[in-house]
């Protein structure tokens, strides 16, 4: 489906058309629809499927068609974290060059003058703000905000923000807004949690489901069986022979950021952390240097696995196993992006086995295993789980110092 066979206003068109946008994503030809039809929306769909667009370019048009109060705000879109809130920001000046309407992005980390631009832009009435839940609250407890005119409530990544402890917050935002308004919500998965609250706050949603959750087969997925003890010499390995650039490292702690940032320095390597003890004005100069070619690994939690708009990054690797499938997928989900291919390497440690095999097991596939340097000698046995519900292991894979493998015949793949 074309953008022009959709019911959007030629202000916005004119902005595709600019922006070279021609023809929708599924989630866009599935959603955009509904949400001019003014009806609840919650889609299940995740990052880089253009979800964005999907509820920015119906609200810009309901905002130039539906009547509405120009001095008091009209629309709530929430994000889990500022960096996913500057971009839809982003996004949301973008697609709506041509369309008369002002925003506000209201997030915190910043300084006092953000504050005083926030609280003017929610007290004289922004047509849009795009906020994160902690800093409206707090903008709420200070300052009288009139509330009345909202017709429209995006939640953002809602199981994130669930994950991280933001329902209540969310709740009390809830109870201050007009009852009759369009609620939309998009989250990537679809636990119990986020259906109660959809039952809570919207009214007969249409369910939209896109393709929950599998990588794009432009993603070259791989692994390799290590112990501890040898993922920081691997590490260190595959990132000198292959020798690439904007590379993300995640790791499952903040801590362990800190700690292989600094000894990725100590092996002349041009690393920078990101994690969730950075000042705003540190991420940004982070992700601004990052995106302008000037870093060459960005080691991080998972903070930057959602949201992060950075198209040309050839290789993403998990030096820890997530714990939850689809974080898997958001990881990995930063490379191959914008039609180009990419390459994800996980290292799974003897420990993480267990987890990494239900990784696979959500994405109905064996990912590809690679072999090891032989200097860091044998690696440990690949987990298969039995019939009888016992754990067997597979025998190890490992090259010989002469350069032949030590075991071929163990249905791993091997390059």
Known sequence: MYFDELA?????????????????????????PVILDHRDVISCAQTGTGKTAAYV???????????????KLNAIIMAPTRELAQQIDQQVQGFG??????????????????????????????????????????????????????????????????????????????????????????????????RRMAKAIMNNPVEVQIAVSRPPETIHQ????????????????????KNLKKVILFAGKKQRVKDLTHMLHLKHVDARAMHSDLEQKERDEVMLDFRNGKVDVLVATDIVSRGIDVDDIPLVINYDVPRDAEDYVHRIGRTARAENSGEAITLVSKEDQFFFH???????????????????????ARYVPSSKGKERKRKPFFRKKNGRSGHRHNGVSKR
């Open 97 to 194: 060059f041509y369309v008369p309407f002002s925003a506000v992005a209201v997030y915190g980390g910043n300084d006092g003058g953000a504050w005083s631009t926030q609280s003017t832009g929610l007290t004289q009435g922004a047509d849009i703000a795009i906020a994160t839940p902690g800093r409206l609250l707090s903008l709420m407890n200070i300052y009288d905000i009139d509330f009345s005119g909202v017709k429209y409530f995006i939640l953002d990544e809602a199981d994130r923000m669930l994950d991280m402890g933001f329902y209540d917050d969310i709740m009390t935002i809830v109870a201050k807004l007009p009852k009759d308004r369009q609620t939309i919500m998009f989250s990537a998965t679809m636990p119990e949690n986020i």
């Open 222 to 241: 791989m692994a390799v069986d290590l112990y501890e003890g040898q993922k920081t010499p691997f590490l260190l390995h595959y990132l000198k022979d």
């Open 358 to 380: 239900k990784i696979e097991t959500f994405l109905h596939r064996d990912i590809e295993r690679l072999s090891v340097p032989s200097e860091l000698g044998e690696v440990p």
């Open 8 to 32: 959007l206003s030629d202000e916005v068109l004119d902005a595709l058309w600019d922006m070279h946008f021609d023809e929708c994503t599924p989630v866009q030809a599935e959603t955009i």
């Open 57 to 71: 370019l119906p609200l810009l048009t309901n905002l130039a068609y539906d009547d509405h109060d120009p001095n």
